[in-house]
């Protein structure tokens, strides 16, 4: 199993670009999530899909869009690029249940720089 | 935002020495977790607890949900080298919906001198 996937891995924008993430699991869970990881901040969640065919903002949704196209994809959109948007993009997964009880998995992340 | 307070910031630690970190919150959580990032990767998770008062090892860490459910601790015994890394706590209250969101700390950045 890969777990969960992103690309790519690195990306330069110019102000007002647009592009999409891509992320995929493989590991047949529900729940997916959108992290940005800026220094001293930690962890922030933009958006996330509890479950296919849902998708809800997190705690810095503006300027972001989401699209779960299925169970296994869950991809970021930035349609106008800003450079207040460099950051790290974690992707994550998890199958919320009374066993398990939601523990996330991340992928590798995205390192993006917007100029 | 819920905000988890993590301390210290940092460590900086010589091989084989014991480090202690934790996690207070003003607010209750049902789950606490510990996540590791190294660097340019991303987290990795190291320890779940479920229960105030659980006691959890995995290896040389050990992880306590704290009783009063607002605070979590994470001790690594006998550091080495590859230890080095953003250990992260995270708070998980399953209040009723279905997406079992996560609340992070900022970090713990260790360091380990040879």
């Known amino acids: 199993n890969a777990g969960v996937t992103q690309t790519p891995k690195f990306q330069v924008l110019k102000t007002g670009q647009s592009m999409t993430l891509q992320c995929a699991q493989d590991m047949n869970h529900n729940s997916m999530y959108w992290y940005r990881q800026d220094p001293g901040m930690g962890l922030r969640l933009i958006y996330y899909s509890a479950s296919e065919g849902t998708t809800d903002k997190g705690e810095v949704p503006n300027g972001y869009n989401v699209s779960r196209l299925n169970k296994r994809e869950f991809s970021l959109r930035l349609e106008s690029a800003a450079p207040s948007q460099t950051s790290v993009y974690f992707c994550?997964?998890?199958?919320?249940?009374?066993?398990?009880?939601?523990?996330?998995?991340f992928g590798p992340g995205t390192r993006l720089t917007v100029t | 935002g819920q905000q988890l307070n993590q301390s210290p910031q940092s460590m900086f630690i010589q091989e084989g020495e014991d480090v202690s970190m934790n996690c207070t919150s003003s607010?209750?959580?049902?789950?606490w977790l510990w996540y590791k990032q190294d660097p340019g990767e991303g987290p990795v998770l190291l320890i779940a607890l479920y229960k105030a008062g659980e006691l959890t090892s995995n290896g040389r860490l050990t992880a306590q949900f704290g009783i009063t459910r607002k605070d979590s601790f994470l001790n690594i015994s006998a550091s080495i080298p590859s230890d080095v890394g953003i250990y992260f706590c995270a708070g998980q209250r399953n209040s009723g919906g279905s997406n079992y969101k996560l609340t992070f700390g900022k970090g713990t950045l260790l360091t380990v001198n040879p």
């Open positions: 607010s209750i959580f049902n789950t």
């Open positions: 994550a997964s998890s199958n919320p249940g009374l066993t398990t009880r939601g523990e996330q998995y």
